[in-house]
C-alpha cells in the first residue's frame, strides 16, 4: 500500500474523502473554536446554514470562509431554517453564486420550529427542483425506509436521516429502520441528527452507515474542542468494526474463548 492511500473512501457526489465524519459550524463562541474543533475532528466536509452564517452575502461583517476557507475543506452549504421548499431552493441558488457556482449542498426542509422534523413532502419538492437544476444534494430526512429510497431515486447523492431529532443528544432510536434503509440504498447513508456522545457515532457506524454529520454533539460540549477529537475517534472505530464484522450475539456459550485442550494436568 502506498503511504496515505485509502482503501475505505467515502465517496460523495463522485469525490472520495478520508474522514467519514461531517461537521456544523454553528452554535460555536466564535470562529476560532469553530476551526478549532473542526481541525480536532478530522472533518473535511463542513456545513454551513446560509442562513445563518456569513460567507460573503453580509460584506461588513467577519465572514466564516475567514476561518474555514474553501481552499482547505468541502463546504456544505445547508438550508437550516427553511419551511418551504421554495425558500430552501432560493437558499441554496444563492449559496451556489457566492461559492462560484458549488455545487454540493445538503438540504432540510423542516415541519416545525419545535421539534425541527423534516417535512418530506416539501424535502422531496425541494430535492425534484435541485437536482433538475444541477445541484448534488445530500438531504436530510426522516428514518422512514420509503421516503429514504425515494429521495435516493429522484437523484441524490446521500441520504441523511435522522438519529433522533436535531439537537436532542438521545442517540439512535430507531436502529432498525436505519439497518433497512441502509440494506437497501445504493448512495452513502449518513447519519444526521441527534448523536449526544462518542459512543452514538461509534453505533451508527457499526450499524453499517456511511458516515455521520453532527454539530450540536461538538458544539454543546463542555470542552468542544476535545468532543471533536472524541468524535474522530468513534467514528474511526466504529467504521473498522463494521468492516471486521463482530461475532454473533448469544444469550451464552458453550464454546469458551480458551483452547480447552493441552491443558496442564490433562
Known sequence: MKPHENLDPLIIGGKP??????????????????RAAIDASGAQIVTVAIRRTNIGQNPGEPSLLDAVPASQ?????????????????????????????????????????????????????AAKTLVKDGFKVMVYTSDDPIIAKQLEEIGCVAVMPLASLIGSGMGILNPWNLQIIIENAKVPIVVDAGVGTASDAAIAMELGCDAVLMNTAIAAAKDPVLMASAMKQAVAAGRDAYRAGRMPKKLYSAAPSSPTTGLIGK
Do not use: M, Q
Not at 478520508?18 to 469553530?34: N, P, V, W
Not at 430552501?88 to 425541527?116: I, N
Open 17 to 34: 474523502y478520508t474522514s467519514r465524519l461531517l461537521i456544523g459550524t454553528g452554535k460555536y463562541r466564535d470562529f476560532a473554536e469553530t
Open 73 to 125: 475543506f468541502t463546504l456544505l452549504p445547508n438550508t437550516a431554517g427553511c419551511y418551504t421548499a421554495d425558500d430552501a431552493v432560493r437558499t441554496l441558488r444563492l449559496a451556489r453564486e457566492l461559492l462560484d457556482g458549488h455545487d454540493l449542498v445538503k438540504l432540510e426542509v423542516l415541519g416545525d420550529p419545535k421539534t425541527l422534523y423534516p417535512n418530506v413532502v416539501e424535502t422531496i419538492a
